[in-house]
């Protein structure tokens, strides 16, 4: 999916909502361990339930490869569902992935061909060749992390290297990289007092928002300064979508958090 067919979802739903599918066995209800495959028929309610009120999964493959290969084929039918049934929709791989040149390649294989995601996050700390591989696979995105929701961020993304932040650095260094068309940033939704200064730099360029909802984020704060021209925002929300409820009733109370954060989202849209 292109950055322009993914702006066009956006209006249509007038929803810039990312569900993060972060199956943990101890949190769904008891009922779906009788199953086969509990992780992915838990995924596959939650989407069919709430598919219309957002334009992208977020899978963390931490939640995934903690299974070991249950977990992966589980991560592999929730993918091929998505893709089979709702290719209107943006898949995000979130595996911060980063290593030297060739490794690389190997790990944007992983995501972008044998498991088919549009995109998938990536650790900037090895720099421009752990990362090119990935900004090489046309349509796809790379999701590269700049300034985290969580509190570490501050041990050294905010730090000052030759006179500026690192975080900084990395949005400034990292848009002239070839492909850099295929970049999209992380930047924590607990972080809105810094959203204005990144627009500064990276004024078009998506960025993808964890920290609304479990981590205390703030959705209005986050668009009033991290908005673009062209919308330019994921917000993604997990634990506090699909753990509405641990009851049978699971999907219709994460279809209904879910609609919460749509309808503010599409006040902000008509506003905009
Ligand atoms: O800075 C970051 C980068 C990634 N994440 C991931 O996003 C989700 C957030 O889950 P919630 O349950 O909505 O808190 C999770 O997969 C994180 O690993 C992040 O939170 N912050």
């Known amino acids: 999916m292109t950055t322009q067919q993914l702006t066009e979802q956006i209006i249509k739903k007038k929803s810039f909502l990312c569900i993060g599918l972060d199956v943990d066995l101890n949190k769904i209800p008891q009922h779906l361990l009788q199953t086969e495959d509990p992780i992915f028929e ?38 091929n569902y998505l893709n089979d049934n709702h290719p209107d929709i943006f898949t995000i791989a979130d595996a911060k992935r980063g290593d030297i040149g060739n490794t690389s390649t190997m790990y944007a294989k992983a995501f972008f061909e044998d498991l088919a995601f549009d995109s998938v996050t990536v650790a900037p700390y090895m720099g421009k060749d752990s990362v090119e591989p990935f900004l090489a696979f046309k349509d796809k995105h790379t999701i590269m992390l700049a300034l985290t929701s969580n509190q570490g961020a501050f041990d050294f993304q905010t730090k000052q290297v030759e006179g500026k932040e690192l975080y900084k650095q990395v949005l400034e260094t ?13 930047v924590g939704a607990t972080k809105a007092e810094y959203f204005a200064e990144i627009r500064k730099i990276v004024p078009n360029s998506f960025l993808l928002v964890p920290g609304v909802g479990a981590q205390g984020g703030n959705l209005q704060d986050v668009c009033k300064y991290g908005m673009s021209k062209n ?24 279809a209904a958090k879910a609609e919460d954060l749509q309808q503010q989202m599409e006040v902000v849209l008509n506003n905009k």
């Open 42 to 79: 838990f995924n596959k309610a939650i989407i069919d339930a709430t598919h219309h009120l957002c334009v992208a999964y977020k899978p963390n493959t931490a939640f995934y490869e903690a299974y070991g290969l249950k977990g992966w084929k589980a991560l592999e039918k929730t993918i």
């Open 231 to 254: 919308v330019g925002l994921l917000i993604n929300s997990s634990r506090g979508i699909i753990y509405a409820s641990s009851n049978d009733d699971f999907a219709q109370a994460a």
């Open 174 to 186: 990292s848009k002239n990289w070839k492909n850099s068309e295929n970049l999209m940033y992380v």
